[in-house]
């Protein structure tokens, strides 16, 4: 079984096209990946742990929480796919790009070519650097198969 890490953008629907074209294939691929229901990421540090007056802190409380739960994944996974969406700067994904690069995980990043630039570093320490959800599915596919079918 192949244990892989679905990083990045929260705003598509790009980790169930993924996981869909792989339980198609039966591929025998376990996915782990972020809480992606923004506002319970947001929100889950003064929910669990008290109220704070400023954002600073609320959103302190949150991440260091939500970094319980990707350090695990991160560490954890056999590979990591890291999706930068079109719209938002996801500063959050190259973070976990970066914590992946130092644990020398296998790598596969996903942007369009506007990224291109900006993610050159990302993209250095990348196994493969894809356009699509399609292309990184096939990437896990040969991964386990062997097969460019």
Not at 12 to 35: A, G, H, M, Y
Not at 82 to 97: C, I, L, P, R, Y
């Amino acid at each position: 079984m192949l244990n892989v890490y679905l990083a990045g953008e929260i705003h598509s629907n790009w980790r169930e096209e993924i996981t869909q074209l792989c339980e198609k294939e039966k591929l025998d691929i376990k996915f782990t990946f972020p809480v992606t229901d923004h506002e319970a990421s947001d929100n889950c540090g003064v929910e669990i742990l008290g109220a704070e007056e400023k954002n600073f802190w609320k959103d302190r409380k949150g991440a260091n929480i939500n970094s319980i739960r990707t350090k695990k994944s991160i560490q954890d996974c056999d590979v990591i796919i890291v999706k930068f969406g079109e719209k938002f700067k996801q500063w959050n994904a190259a973070f976990d790009a970066g914590y992946a690069t130092a644990l020398n995980k296998s790598m596969i990043v996903i942007h369009n070519d506007d990224h291109q630039h900006a993610l050159k570093e990302v993209d250095g320490s990348a196994a493969a650097v894809a356009s699509d959800q399609k292309q990184a599915f096939r990437i896990l596919k040969y991964i386990l198969e062997g097969s460019l079918d």
